[in-house]
């Protein structure tokens, strides 16, 4: 049977943008609720708390040091809150501070070994979880849906620079394979 023809979202009905917001934001709280985190550290053997994972995540997949003023911006919070959370990375040996090659006076942060393997044993234990969830999905489903986030995540981040959001802009773009 053939498929109908694409229609634009601008022509779809505004119920299907309340169905992806509800199943985007029971996605997020799936993802980022305390007992899941406390699992999460417990299954890596990891002590380091929600709001670090996200941070060490984006040094570990920047590639290089960065500013705290740069690392508040790309996570939308403000310095002395990125401030507080580098100190507890540093002081747990995940980060570590270097000078910026562009300025003596400027420090910039990035993830020591033991950092770069906190992430990837939390990055371990959470596609773990995903594949048990969606071991009854096909390859083309877990393709399709793949794609399609992808897609989404890229089309908020043009709409972001659209509205001057800051915090995320296309330079910025989370990798597609981290």
Request: hydrophobic letters at 40%.
């Amino acid at each position: 049977m053939p498929r109908p023809e694409a229609t634009h979202a601008k022509q779809v009905d505004a119920a299907h943008i309340v169905e992806l917001e509800r199943a985007l934001a029971r996605v997020a709280y799936l993802l980022t609720r305390v007992r899941r985190h406390d699992q999460a550290m417990v299954q890596c053997g990891l002590t380091m708390d929600r709001a670090s994972v996200p941070l060490l995540r984006l040094l570990a997949d920047a590639g290089e040091p960065m500013r705290l003023g740069e690392l508040a911006t790309r996570l939308d919070v403000e310095a002395p809150h990125v401030s507080r959370q580098i100190q507890r990375l540093e002081k747990a040996g995940y980060v570590e501070r270097v000078p910026d090659p562009d300025d003596r006076r400027a420090q910039r942060v990035r993830p020591t070994a033991s950092g770069r393997r906190a992430v990837e044993a939390v990055r371990q234990v959470l596609r773990g979880w995903m594949a048990e969830a969606l071991t009854d999905w096909t390859t083309e489903d877990l393709q399709a849906l793949s794609v399609l986030n992808h897609r989404m995540v890229d089309a908020f981040l043009d709409h972001a620079e659209v509205i001057g959001d800051l915090g995320a802009t296309a330079r910025d773009r989370p990798s597609r394979t981290a």
